[in-house]
């Protein structure tokens, strides 16, 4: 598991409010079938922008973005290599 992998999964727990443990979930597992809402959505995009520094642009603002751990990390991925290259 990678160091982004845990972080995610930390604030998988302490913001997204599922009726399971993050820890059982396989990093592909869809969230929302896992009890992922929409508000507590919001309140994990909020805590990944401030974890990692960076910020979500409006065309990752959609269900498929948040929809797995997977997910999410190639999403970080993709921002933080795009603010790479911008330095």
């Not at 059982?24 to 508000?39: I, N, P, Q, V």
Request: hydrophobic share 45%; proline share 2%; net charge negative.
């Amino acid at each position: 598991m990678s160091k982004a992998e845990d972080t995610i999964r930390a604030i998988l727990e302490k913001h997204g409010r599922l009726p399971c443990a993050v820890a059982s979930l396989a990093s592909d597992a869809d969230l929302y079938t896992a009890g992922l809402k929409s508000f507590a959505s919001v309140q994990i995009m909020l805590a990944l922008e401030e974890a990692f520094d960076l910020e979500f642009p409006e065309r990752m603002l959609n269900r498929a973005t948040f929809s797995s751990i997977a997910m999410i990390e190639q999403s970080i991925g993709e921002l933080s290599q795009c603010r790479a290259l911008a330095s």
